[in-house]
């Protein structure tokens, strides 16, 4: 069965002490959640543009990077299902990254798409794909398998017929390069997500999972703004995505939602979710 997992963006919030950590990873294993997902830039000391960024994004890290990972991950048993690194950083020095992915025991590090990209651009695709073959060729001799996570703008068309994604999958090798699918951003782009994840099959390694709804309480008006929900209060059709991913065999599903919580709060959210992770994951 594949790991349940909670993304370390959900929970920059609250785990800025030790004491905090811990008592947020005991409620998170409580309600079910065996592993986490860890983001390079939240437990390194990084410049605080990273910071800033990430806060106007709507995607605090708060104090995370002054915490002892590697001790609260051996003490309280969590599974680490992958590091998330930048391309850069691992075509620059990936003896490193390679080393930060065996400090955690994963054999997965993933890289969240581009900053400040033109993925409607044919040429620059190619381009990244060619630079993620090298990567994962990189990370291969290493032991570590290289995965690509999707946001919404891989799903710009890069000619009539074609998306950015489409390029990746084509033009990646699946020697070095696989994929941590999130099901969220082509469903918010309008793309027919399910015959997507069905074409990823065994490429799809990691699920990233969340949910898209409105909340709103009492009358409202004609059109509403969609955003992230728990795991079955919006409208996808997440048990038929989750039982694509089980067939496809990933290693884990990982939640992720980074804002719109209920009652504002992290844990809250995670725990509502946690209910449709038990009962179909």
């Known amino acids: ?13 609250v785990m800025g002490s030790e004491q905090k950590a811990r008592e947020t990873i005991r409620l998170m294993k409580e309600s079910g959640y065996e592993g986490i997902e860890i ?9 605080p543009i990273v910071k800033i960024l990430t806060t106007l994004a709507g995607m605090p ?5 002054k915490l002892d990972w590697h001790r609260l991950i051996d003490e309280t048993g ?21 080393a930060e992915a065996e400090s955690f025991h994963t054999g997965y590090v993933v890289i969240t798409g581009m900053h400040r990209f033109d993925y409607s651009d044919k040429a620059a695709v ?32 890069v000619d009539p017929e074609t998306t950015a994604y489409d390029l990746l999958i084509e033009k990646t090798d699946p020697q070095y390069v696989n994929f941590e699918f999130d099901s969220y951003w082509p469903t918010e782009a309008g ?4 015959p997507l994840m069905r074409r990823l099959g065994k490429r799809m390694k990691l699920y990233h999972i969340n949910d898209r709804g409105t909340r709103v309480s009492g009358p409202a008006g004609q059109i509403l703004k969609s955003d992230s929900m728990e795991l079955g209060y919006g409208n996808m059709n997440l048990k038929e995505m989750v039982k694509i991913a ?9 939640l992720e939602s980074h804002k ?3 009652d504002k709060s992290p844990v809250k959210s995670f725990q509502l979710s946690a209910e449709f992770m038990n009962q179909y994951v």
């Open 39 to 47: 983001n390079g830039f939240m437990i390194k000391k990084m410049p």
């Open 191 to 194: 793309v027919d997500t399910i």
């Open 78 to 98: 969590l599974k680490v299902v992958s590091v998330h690194e930048d391309l850069g950083s691992i075509l620059r020095v990936p003896e490193e990254i390679i």
């Open 260 to 262: 719109n919580w209920a």
């Open 126 to 157: 190619l381009d990244l794909a060619e630079r993620l073959n090298k990567a994962g060729k990189l990370m291969k001799e290493g032991g570590i398998s290289l995965l690509y996570h999707n946001h919404n703008c891989e799903f710009r068309k």
């Open 61 to 65: 890290i708060g104090k995370t990077a």
């Open 1 to 13: 069965m594949p790991v349940k997992a909670i993304q370390m963006i959900q929970l920059g919030t």
């Open 246 to 254: 089980k067939e496809n065999g990933v290693d884990a599903v990982v």
